[in-house]
């Protein structure tokens, strides 16, 4: 049986493969700890496995042991006296190994068990992860747009002056002002969704709702990639779930040979005996005390092979389903490679773009004080430059969730 203190280290040791993707989110490593230890998820699995482990206890006994009582209304008269009443007890015993058999066979069960606590805290580490980022993810798009909308501001007042001047017309205020208004509009729905998000990431962590929660100021990505083991897949415990679930059923089968074995029984019975009145004579009135051996045999065994060919199915569709998973999680981690390093392409394009873009921008501004400028290239520019920047965020946080997905799979 494995040791949950050994387990939770162990948990605690894959945090740090999280976190090892970026310097400054040191709170994640608490609030993941924070996460484990009162996630209701998690301590469900945890009284499940202490539940299935104390049957155990359960399946180490023997059969009742049988007491019996009986009044002989009509006397049977023996040559020692007449019987009165009977006492009797037996006890049943299965066959030698029996019990074992059923103790390796809970214990398989329990192992199995198990592997659910480790694959919930894998996912719920990676479930807090990925709310972390999402919620960095809007704080970052939130700040961008207030941003543009001070840019913007910046704008209309050169807008204002050149109306003053006649180099530009109202229309070209109105339009700088009702995108003012889009963004602003834009980052008041971002702020109700950051709530929302958070209240998700507040429930990961079994907390009230309205708790703060305060994220990293900003991310980038990082200039290489952790390496990655794709055969430590094979020890996924999703997969190694299906293999304590294999052996359980081979427990399952030999218990199943042994409740096929005879049982034997030991008992032994008290018969009291009245004294005749009417003759003196030895062993008069004498009680008889028969000591008893029994045994149990399972002539008609249609139940016990019935049982060997049911679990011999099972076997063979644990396996099919332990070689479907593994298929599932093969493409799971495939696309996350994959998606991980288009995040760092578009990345690296939306820097290159933005760069580009904050020259244009430079070049109105000049264009600005020779009093050539155009605002209508002014809400192109500006459009442009908050897309890329809202690129480039996206790409940030595609790139850690999808080294969360990695971590989940290998680690």
């Known amino acids: 049986m494995k040791n949950e203190s050994i387990h939770i280290k162990i948990v605690l040791a894959l945090g740090s493969c999280f976190l090892s993707l970026f310097a400054n989110a040191q709170q994640l490593e608490t609030l993941i700890?924070?996460?484990?230890?009162?996630?209701?998820?998690?301590?469900?699995?945890?009284?499940?496995?202490?539940?299935?482990?104390?049957?155990?206890?359960?399946?180490?006994?023997?059969?009742?042991?049988?007491?019996?009582?009986?009044?002989?209304?009509?006397?049977?008269?023996?040559?020692?006296?007449?019987?009165?009443?009977?006492?009797?007890?037996?006890?049943?015993?299965?066959?030698?190994?029996?019990?074992?058999?059923?103790?390796?066979?809970?214990?398989?069960?329990?192992?199995?068990?198990?592997?659910?606590?480790?694959?919930?805290?894998?996912?719920?580490?990676?479930?807090?992860?990925?709310?972390?980022?999402?919620?960095?993810?809007?704080?970052?798009?939130?700040?961008?747009?207030?941003?543009?909308?001070?840019?913007?501001?910046?704008?209309?007042?050169?807008?204002?002056?050149?109306?003053?001047?006649?180099?530009?017309?109202?229309?070209?205020?109105?339009?700088?002002?009702?995108?003012?208004?889009?963004?602003?509009?834009?980052?008041?729905?971002?702020?109700?969704?950051?709530?929302?998000?958070?209240?998700?990431?507040?429930?990961?962590?079994?907390?009230?709702?309205?708790?703060?929660?305060?994220?990293?100021?900003?991310?980038?990505?990082?200039?290489?990639?952790f390496e990655i083991n794709t055969e430590n897949l094979s020890v996924h415990p999703e997969l190694v779930k299906f293999d304590k679930l294999y052996q359980s059923v081979e427990k399952s089968e030999l218990l199943n040979q042994k409740e096929n074995s005879p049982m034997i029984g030991f008992g032994l019975d008290y018969i009291n005996v009245e004294e005749r009145q009417d003759m003196n004579f030895s062993d008069n009135g004498k009680d008889i005390v028969m000591p008893m051996v029994s045994v149990s045999i399972p002539i008609f065994n249609k139940k016990y092979k019935s049982i060997s060919k049911q679990n011999e199915l099972e076997q063979q569709e644990i396996n099919y389903q332990k070689q479907e998973r593994l298929n599932s999680l093969i493409t799971v981690l495939d696309k996350a490679i994959n998606d991980r390093i288009s995040a760092r392409i578009s990345n690296n394009t939306a820097t290159k773009n933005l760069k580009q873009a904050k020259d244009a921008e430079q070049i109105l501004i000049k264009s600005y004080e020779t009093g050539t400028i155009d605002f209508n290239d002014v809400l192109d520019i500006q459009e442009l430059q908050l897309k890329f920047q809202m690129n480039q965020i996206e790409s940030i946080k595609t790139y850690y969730v999808q080294s969360v997905i990695i971590n989940y799979l290998i680690q």
């Open 33 to 225: 700890n924070e996460a484990l230890e009162n996630n209701p998820e998690i301590q469900k699995f945890e009284l499940q496995y202490k539940r299935v482990s104390e049957k155990v206890n359960e399946v180490n006994t023997i059969p009742n042991t049988e007491f019996g009582v009986g009044y002989f209304v009509s006397e049977p008269e023996t040559r020692t006296g007449a019987q009165r009443f009977k006492v009797s007890a037996k006890q049943m015993l299965p066959w030698f190994g029996t019990i074992s058999s059923r103790e390796d066979y809970v214990t398989a069960l329990a192992d199995a068990k198990y592997e659910d606590i480790v694959i919930a805290k894998r996912k719920l580490m990676a479930s807090v992860s990925q709310s972390y980022y999402n919620l960095y993810t809007n704080q970052a798009k939130q700040q961008i747009l207030r941003d543009n909308i001070k840019l913007l501001e910046t704008y209309e007042t050169m807008a204002l002056t050149s109306v003053e001047v006649g180099k530009a017309s109202a229309v070209d205020v109105l339009r700088l002002q009702m995108r003012q208004n889009d963004l602003q509009q834009l980052k008041d729905v971002l702020q109700q969704q950051f709530l929302a998000e958070q209240t998700n990431f507040n429930n990961l962590l079994n907390r009230k709702n309205d708790v703060v929660v305060n994220v990293v100021d900003s991310l980038t990505i990082p200039m290489e990639d």
